[in-house]
């Protein structure tokens, strides 16, 4: 059974740092291109970071320099450092596949930034 679990995410001053981990179950994420994304209420969900199994990354232009997708095969786990956080990045943050099957999207974690 395919599950994403997000955590990492939290109420940060502006400046901070937070870094989200998606602990991958019922498939490799070695072998397998991985998201980050994010929603705001009322908005779509966008693509924040991927990283493709070749080892390539795309960032959205908002979050470039300041964000790193990066995975651990060992525990099947991806992440996203964010610096240098803005109120503009508050959003509930998700990881899934590059593909954005459907079915794997999970609770995803809630990232607030705030004076």
């Known amino acids: 059974q395919v599950q994403l679990v997000e955590s990492g995410g939290g109420l940060v001053q502006p400046g901070g740092s937070l870094r989200l981990s998606c602990v991958v179950s019922?498939?490799?994420?070695?072998?397998?291109?991985m998201g980050w994304y994010r929603q705001v209420p009322g908005k779509q969900r966008e693509t924040v970071a991927t990283l493709a199994t070749t080892g390539g990354t795309y960032y959205a232009d908002s979050v470039k320099g300041r964000f790193t997708i990066s995975r651990d095969n060992a525990k099947n786990t991806v992440f996203l450092q964010m610096n240098s956080l803005s109120p503009e990045d508050t959003a509930v943050y998700y990881c899934?596949?590059?593909?954005?099957?459907?079915?794997?999207w999970g609770q995803g974690t809630q990232v607030t930034v705030s004076s």
């Open positions: 899934n596949t590059m593909a954005t099957i459907d079915s794997y």
């Open positions: 019922g498939f490799s994420v070695r072998i397998n291109g």
